[in-house]
């Protein structure tokens, strides 16, 4: 419900909330970004998938998805920094 208060037309209440709805996307989709490099890291580090889902308290399964999702954001044909 709109309160008495609120006097913006729901137009501009809509635009604005759309705005947010964008930013809050962004942010979440870079904070996924950091997060699967971070894991990465720890695979890299303690040689497993398993050994960093055990050391987060997490699945095996949560842990590989989230890398599998952020390696099936990467553009086909656009190269890593890792490419030579």
């Known amino acids: 419900m709109v309160s ?22 962004k942010l979440a989709s870079e904070s996924a970004t950091r997060r699967a490099q971070a894991l990465r890291e720890g695979v890299a580090q303690t040689g497993s ?3 960093v889902a055990r050391e987060l308290g997490k699945s095996w399964n949560a842990v590989y998805n989230a890398l599998k999702k952020q390696d099936s954001k990467k553009a086909p044909g656009k190269p890593d920094a890792t490419t030579e």
Do not use: F, G, S, Y
């Open 4 to 25: 008495a208060m609120d006097t913006k037309p729901w137009k501009d209440r809509v635009r604005e909330e759309e705005q947010l709805l964008e930013q809050l996307n």
């Open 49 to 51: 998938i398993a050994e």
